[in-house]
């Protein structure tokens, strides 16, 4: 959905100052859980051509709030793939700010009016710092504030905000309306290294682990697979309960392009090696904030051909065949002492594909897979993947910011319960692709 994020400072106009004091929002590094884990709500929404829904995208969020004396709540997308806590502000007026909620700055007497450098805004500055902040899909232009950042929703009264980081915010002025006029979630909260952020006190977990220097440097998303069970992110640890398999570790691979990616020794589709990837430069991207699994332009096609395969003679007839349940070749992600797979159900088109035989004047069905093309300029690309919902859904995973690695884990799914399907998605059996999978 997002994708990956750059940005580029600018300059515009003022807003009123005040002076954060961080006894005020009661900081303290003794009182943080080991483990701290907000539930995520998902969301799909459809995608549509020429009036009908052909496809739907879907977005994991959970719940912030901002301020210290009268705290202001908002959802946000725990982004690996970008760097800023980005929320829009009263002044944007965009209708994909419009229908979220938006942070006021006078409503907040803890919030700093800053430039980009952090240095307090003068009462009668007639511009300031700005920031434009491009995702894989969509363009954000801000402002900066400093203010109290904490997880969750407000703790009842006389509780102590344990989950709180003095930080620096980007506060929107501008959003385009796709993505983010679409979703529900009102914000972004970047989970990449500082490289991504304009400079480290922008950057939520390094801040976290900064001013609570007796936490562990650790944060770990669980992406439920079924409907009616809560996906997770945890930071200082992980939750035992949803490692299905000893924690296998890879260390980042180019820590100093920000993003949380590995290198990828092979790729594989039962056997066969990707040959684009046989000379171990190929790289993976870890990323929340998208939905797909990405892969390399150049070898789109090539995968695509290696991936496909007949529906087997007994589902032929089958009309409603869902690809995803029908067996195929493991794809393999070789990461060194690592070794990570999709199977068919987190890669296949649900629905199959009348083609015609080579030089046979008859049809069959075949099942085909779902990627999303990926072109990137070096040093990031070309020969990247990115790694969203499909290898998030399927492995848990933890990110170590101080050993600057990733653990895998077969993700521990909860024991099928009542499904409920959240709202604007397709029926479960829908064949659509994104559509909830069928229990």
Known sequence: MFGLCRFAPSAALPLMGALLLLQLIGL??????AVHSIPLKKQYVPVEKNGK????????FGDVHLGAADPQTFTVVFDTGSGHVILPSTSCNSDACVKHRRYNRTASASAVDIEMDGTQLKPDAAERDQVAIAFGTGEVLGEFIREAVCLGSP????????????????LASKMTEDPFAHFDFDGVLG??????????????????LAQRPGMQPRFAVFLARSEGHDSVISFGGHEDRFAGSDIQWAPVAMSELGYWQVQLKSVKVGDQELEDCSDGSCRAI?????????????????????LARPVPEEFSEDAG???RRLPGAQLEFDLGETVVSLTPEDYSRPTPFNMTLPSQDKW??????????????????PKVFIWGEPMLRRYYTIYDLENHRIGFSLAKQPEAGERQVPAGAAPVGSLLSGAPLAA
């Open 286 to 306: 870890l990323d929340t904030g998208t939905s797909l699994l990405g892969v390399p332009r150049q070898a789109v096609r090539s995968m695509h051909r290696m």
């Open 364 to 381: 069959r069905l075949f099942c085909r897979s779902l990627l999303l093309p990926v072109e990137m300029a070096a040093p990031l690309g």
């Open 28 to 33: 303290r590094a003794d009182v943080l859980p």
């Open 321 to 323: 065949a869902d690809c």
């Open 191 to 208: 989970l990449g290294l500082s490289a991504l952020t304009l400079s480290p006190e922008f950057n939520f977990f390094g801040q976290m």
């Open 155 to 170: 703790p009842v009264s006389g509780s102590s905000e344990s989950s709180c980081v003095d930080l620096r915010v980007v």
């Open 53 to 60: 829904t052909v496809a739907y995208k879907t977005a994991y």
